[in-house]
């Protein structure tokens, strides 16, 4: 079994490193945070007391950080990652980051003799913690082959879409759907509603219509038709206003760099730009649907 070192024991970090040390790999994690290492020791993660030493003789190192500057960071310099692993060792970025970040963090790993992929992830906490996570993966076949076992035991779906930065475009485009289909799936409803049109009516037909999308029919925005959606307990996340705003900014960012037009990917990220300004960013991104309705008041 391969020496698994887990950088970024969060709310996602946390189960995933749980799920590989249930899986049988002997896994050493280390962050920043008392709170989340104390978290992922109760899971039976042995805690190191800096990268350095998380990162001694590991043959695969997993980061699960907030932002591409913090994985830069922790990858590269004296004390970093790259300095310190096994030579040769597979780095897996799982954090949700700018492609040119993911690009640069791969030329860090090839500088340094290491293999890489980036592989953010979505399923969320419940996925995480379920070991059903869908993985996104960029990176050469043979760093894909490689980390191919390792993400098994933390998801259920590992797609290979390409070269290094290729995991990270699938996410921020996916998501960009997403961010996108909520407004378009809760203007509906607020249209409907001045309709005189009742939720589970609309409901019944788009979800088997030509309106159909995830949006609607596994998070929908209005309490009733899909009992389990964060609609039904006060917007509550699943996932946040301020991850989705976080993932916009990103689609925005690439589209700037790499002359994209996005009209309404956009407009997506100013109304959650708004809501998330007006007391939404904890809450569901379903959530948006209040400020649609305020909209229409
Ligand atoms: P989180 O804030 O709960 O966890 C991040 C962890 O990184 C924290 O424990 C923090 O202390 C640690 N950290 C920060 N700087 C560090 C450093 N220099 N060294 C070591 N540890 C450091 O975030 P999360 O929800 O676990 O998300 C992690 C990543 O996964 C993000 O990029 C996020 O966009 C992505 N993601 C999250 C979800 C979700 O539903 N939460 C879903 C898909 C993807």
Same mark, same amino acid.
């Given at each position: 079994?391969?020496m698994?070192?887990?950088i970024?024991?969060?709310?996602? +970090?946390?189960?995933? &490193?749980?799920?590989?040390?249930?899986?049988?790999?002997?896994?050493?994690?280390?962050?920043?945070?008392?709170? !989340?290492?104390?978290?992922? /020791?109760?899971?039976?993660?042995?805690?190191?007391? !800096?990268?350095? =030493?998380? =990162?001694?003789?590991?043959?695969?190192?997993?980061?699960?950080?907030?932002? +591409?500057?913090?994985?830069?960071?922790?990858?590269?310099?004296?004390?970093?990652?790259?300095?310190?692993?096994?030579?040769? *060792?597979?780095?897996?970025?799982?954090? %949700?980051?700018?492609?040119?970040?993911?690009?640069?963090?791969?030329?860090?790993?090839?500088?340094?003799?290491?293999?890489s992929?980036?592989?953010?992830? &979505?399923?969320?906490?419940?996925?995480? *913690?379920?070991?059903?996570?869908?993985?996104?993966?960029?990176?050469?076949?043979?760093?894909?082959?490689?980390?191919?076992?390792?993400?098994?035991?933390?998801?259920?779906?590992?797609?290979?879409?390409?070269?290094?930065?290729?995991?990270?475009?699938?996410?921020?485009?996916?998501?960009?759907?997403?961010?996108? &289909?909520?407004?378009?799936? #809760?203007?509906?409803?607020?249209l409907?509603?001045?309709?005189?049109?009742?939720?589970?009516?609309?409901?019944?037909?788009a !979800? %088997?219509?030509?309106?159909?999308?995830?949006?609607?029919?596994?998070?929908?925005?209005?309490?009733?038709?899909?009992?389990? !959606?964060?609609?039904?307990?006060? $917007?509550?996340?699943?996932?946040? %206003?301020?991850?989705?705003?976080?993932?916009?900014?990103? #689609?925005?960012?690439?589209? /700037?760099?790499?002359?994209?037009?996005?009209?309404?990917?956009?407009?997506?990220?100013?109304?959650?730009?708004? $809501?998330?300004?007006?007391? +939404?960013? =904890?809450?569901?991104?379903?959530?948006?649907?209040?400020?649609v309705?305020?909209?229409?008041?």
């Open positions: 079994m391969p698994i070192a887990f970024g024991l969060g709310n996602m +970090g946390s189960p995933m &490193s749980a799920n590989l040390r249930r899986a049988g790999h002997h896994v050493t994690g280390y962050d920043v945070s008392p709170a !989340s290492c104390a978290a992922a /020791e109760a899971a039976g993660i042995a805690i190191a007391p !800096s990268l350095a =030493a998380a =990162a001694k003789g590991a043959d695969i190192v997993v980061t699960m950080l907030p932002n +591409g500057a913090l994985v830069l960071q922790c990858w590269q310099g004296d004390d970093g990652l790259l300095a310190h692993a096994a030579p040769g *060792a597979l780095f897996i970025d799982s954090s %949700t980051i700018d492609v040119a970040d993911a690009r640069a963090a791969h030329d860090a790993a090839a500088r340094a003799g290491m293999k992929v980036d592989a953010p992830v &979505s399923g969320g906490t419940g996925g995480a *913690a379920a070991a059903t996570l869908t993985f996104m993966v960029g990176g050469t076949a043979e760093a894909f082959a490689r980390a191919q076992p390792i993400l098994a035991a933390m998801g259920r779906k590992i797609v290979h879409c390409g070269d290094a930065g290729a995991g990270q475009a699938a996410k921020i485009c996916n998501n960009m759907i997403l961010g996108i &289909s909520m407004i378009a799936v #809760s203007e509906a409803f607020v409907g509603e001045k309709l005189g049109l009742s939720h589970q009516a609309l409901f019944d037909v !979800s %088997t219509a030509s309106g159909q999308c995830w949006a609607l029919t596994t998070n929908c925005p209005v309490p009733g038709p899909v009992p389990a !959606s964060p609609a039904n307990r006060d $917007y509550q996340p699943g996932f946040a %206003t301020a991850l989705m705003l976080k993932d916009l900014r990103l #689609s925005q960012a690439c589209a /700037e760099t790499f002359g994209a037009h996005t009209a309404l990917g956009a407009h997506a990220t100013q109304l959650y730009e708004d $809501y998330a300004a007006t007391g +939404g960013a =904890a809450k569901d991104f379903s959530g948006i649907i209040g400020a309705r305020g909209k229409n008041a």
